[in-house]
């Protein structure tokens, strides 16, 4: 099992808790709880760390993804001591410690300014989120591996005054999508660009 993303994040924001209550088919988070998002390939390997963190933790699933080539957990409780116990027992299974993980890469980032009214709709209708407005701005982050999305939400709400229209934690790669006014989007955008610096890991090019 190769480890691509582990991303442990302290304190769900109410836009990105609202967001996976909406999109996870697993239990449902509550904001303020913490969260882990693991990302490992293959995929099907996933179901034997959702096991393991299971049995040793008193962690809730809220999201199992299998794909072929990528799988995806996401775990909360309200006890942050649990959500880490739960990420210490699945790197042991995998053998590895937390720097075995890829490192984020910004695989594309813009800035729209001043969404013209056809574009909103088009957005309006793909998201899962809270919608734009006309003449708002759009935020669009492309992130390697996919699982790094969803601290990258939590960061930019954080730090602006944002709205979360959807955030795709999964697949080849993870997109994040915010709306808001100019200001406030720079400000998210630079708290995203901060918060996936820090993650240390392995580099491995995008593909």
């Known amino acids: 099992m190769d480890l691509r993303a582990f991303s442990f994040i302290d304190s769900l924001q109410p836009q990105l808790t609202g967001f996976l209550q909406t999109v996870a088919s697993g239990f449902q988070p509550l904001e303020g709880q913490a969260s882990l998002f693991v990302e490992i390939a293959p995929g099907i390997t996933i179901n034997q760390l959702t ?3 299971l049995k040793a933790t008193r962690v809730l699933p809220g999201m199992q993804i299998v794909e072929r080539a990528f799988g ?4 909360h409780h309200e006890d942050q001591g649990e959500v880490r116990q739960a990420g210490e027992t699945i790197l042991a299974t ?8 890829m490192k984020p890469q910004v695989v594309s980032s ?5 969404i013209e009214p056809h574009q909103e709709m088009l957005l309006n209708r793909m998201r ?3 919608m734009i407005r006309e003449g708002e701005t759009l935020f669009v982050l492309e992130t390697h591996p996919a699982a790094y999305a969803a601290i990258a939400a939590n960061e930019a709400e954080k730090a602006a005054n944002v709205r979360l229209l959807e955030v795709i934690t999964f697949g ?3 997109r994040l999508y915010l709306g808001g ?6 400000e998210a955008a630079k708290a995203v660009s901060r918060a996936l610096d820090a993650i240390d890991g392995r580099t491995e090019r995008a593909r």
């Open 181 to 186: 006014g100019e200001a406030d989007i720079e």
């Open 128 to 130: 899962h989120g809270d």
């Open 72 to 75: 995806l957990l996401e775990l």
């Open 94 to 101: 995998l053998g590895v410690t937390e720097s075995a993980r």
């Open 110 to 114: 813009e800035i729209i300014t001043g």
């Open 51 to 53: 096991d393991v963190a």
């Open 172 to 174: 080849a790669f993870g």
